[in-house]
């Protein structure tokens, strides 16, 4: 897979920024009915949901061990395929 623009320029900054491999913390917020499609990219039991105060959104957050700068991006260009996803 090849990297966009902006795809390449996110692999630089998180090059930058960590030393692979390490953790790597995800954050999301999708809309109520559509968290069970961001918790399928993760392993069981590597993310947590909770309920936003109205009940409309739900927070996501999966932590996990990456091998590189790429996985990390796959995932997330992954989750913006699921419509109202918001990538923190």
Known sequence: ???S???????KMLDQEHK????????FIVPRGKEDLIVALFPKGA?????ST???YRSITAKMM????????DIYEKANHIEGVLAL
């Open 47 to 51: 993310t947590s949901v909770k309920a």
């Open 66 to 73: 990456m091998e590189s700068a790429q996985e990390v991006l």
């Open 20 to 27: 692979w491999p390490t953790w790597y913390l995800f954050k």
């Open 54 to 56: 109205t009940g409309k």
């Open 1 to 3: 897979m090849t990297a």
């Open 5 to 11: 623009r902006s795809g390449e320029e996110f692999i």
